[in-house]
Nanobody
Framework: QVQLVESGGGLVQAGGSLRLSCAAS????????MGWFRQAPGKEREFVAA????????AYADSVKGRVTISRDNAKNTVYLQMTSLTPDDTAVYYC?????????????????????WGQGTQVTVSS
């Protein structure tokens, strides 16, 4: 059972930046595609970004493309989400998730039911 722990959330003004981190408990993590999702109050959880096990392939939601960068450091069992030019619409709980099964595909990484492990989430609040 892989444990995922997110950190780095907080309160930031519009236009600001944040870097979220997600630390995994097992080194097997290095083979897992990883994703970030978010859930705003009253809304369904939505895909934000994903990265392959090697870090060589990434995917982004249209709503964040150009403002968000996903990366990973497999030596540290950690995946990151760098967010810039934040707006109040980015306010949400951000979750990281890991796919234990299968290989990376753009189709699968965008769908939350394809993920096997989830973190507890970290709150990001963007004030106007």
């Amino acid at each position: 059972q892989v444990q995922l722990v997110e950190s780095g959330g907080g309160l930031v003004q519009a236009g600001g930046s944040l870097r979220l981190s997600c630390a995994a408990s097992e080194h097997a993590f290095v083979t897992y595609p990883m994703g970030w999702f978010r859930q705003a109050p009253g809304k369904e959880r939505e895909f934000v970004a994903a990265i392959s096990g090697s870090g060589g392939v990434t995917a982004y939601a249209d709503s964040v493309k150009g403002r968000v960068t996903i990366s990973r450091d497999n030596a540290k069992n950690t995946v990151y989400l760098q967010m810039t030019s934040l707006t109040p619409d980015d306010t949400a709980v951000y979750y990281c998730a890991a796919q234990k099964r299968g290989t990376y595909s753009d189709y699968r990484v965008r769908r939350e039911y394809e993920y096997d492990y989830w973190g507890q989430g970290t709150q990001v609040t963007v004030s106007s």
